[in-house]
């Protein structure tokens, strides 16, 4: 069974500093890997996606993956109130004949303060 | 003006009724997917279908019924033998994109029905 897992929060940051979210995964073959924002009462928007180990930037967000430790995390740099929401990981396993289905995590819920 | 539609935003289902939630995409995506979400949980897969006239069973599929006659359609019946329908069903497609000599599927979705059993 694949897990992955989040802390719920809230996780809250003052606005201006870098919020840091992380997310851990079972199943070792995985080989994509997602993060999505998700407001209150709306749909989960695809916000950054990576594939190999290291970093990935766009504009303020940051995302970081680390095959060997199992973990992915988001940085949200200069947050903004605007920010505020629950971020999704989702993960995607190796050579799934099961349609590429995706494995949600719970969400974290961020909170920034102005 | 392309998208992923659902409809209705919000349904309301007496016991024993079944009911009938519609996702509609004319992103020319083969893949589409239905998921619920309960309050403060994570998504849970319900259906996938990779091709038209061809779908699997996800999760929890229990008490729920799909159809792909067409590419841009995915219908999702909720039918009275699911015990504990009230949720935010979200809806979604998926487009593979290419890198470092792979493709991996990214998935986008619709804004969502919100089904209220009375």
């Known amino acids: 069974q694949k897990e992955v897992e989040q802390n719920s929060g809230p996780l809250s940051v003052p606005e201006g500093a870098i919020a840091s979210l992380n997310c851990t995964y079972s199943?070792?073959?995985?080989?994509?890997f997602f993060w999505y924002r998700q407001y209150s009462g709306k749909s989960p928007e695809l916000i950054m996606s990576?594939?190999?180990?290291g970093d990935k930037e766009d504009g303020r967000f940051t995302a970081q993956l680390n095959k060997a430790s199992q973990y992915v995390s988001l940085l949200i740099r200069d947050s903004q109130p605007s920010d505020s929401a629950t971020y999704l990981c989702?993960?995607?396993?190796?050579?799934?004949?099961?349609?590429?289905?995706?494995?949600f995590g719970g969400g974290t819920r961020l909170m920034v303060k102005p | 003006d392309g998208g992923i539609t659902q409809s209705p935003k919000y349904l309301f289902r007496k016991e024993g009724q079944n009911v009938t939630l519609s996702c509609e995409q004319n992103?020319?995506?083969?893949?589409m997917y239905w998921y619920r979400q309960d309050p403060g949980q994570g998504l849970r897969l319900i259906y996938y279908?990779?091709?038209?006239?061809?779908?699997q069973k996800g999760d929890i599929a229990e008490g729920y019924s799909v159809s792909r006659e067409k590419k841009e359609s995915f219908p999702l019946t909720v039918t009275s033998a699911q015990k504990n329908p009230t949720a935010f069903y979200l809806c979604?497609?998926?487009?593979?994109?290419?890198?470092?000599?792979?493709?991996?599927?990214?998935?986008?979705f619709g804004p969502g029905t919100r089904l209220t059993v009375l």
């Open positions: 279908s990779q091709i038209v006239n061809d779908f």
């Open positions: 199943d070792r073959g995985s080989q994509s």
């Open positions: 989702a993960v995607n396993g190796p050579n799934n004949n099961a349609g590429n289905m995706l494995t």
């Open positions: 979604a497609s998926s487009i593979r994109v290419p890198f470092s000599g792979s493709t991996y599927n990214e998935q986008f």
């Open positions: 992103l020319n995506h083969d893949a």
């Open positions: 990576i594939y190999s180990n």
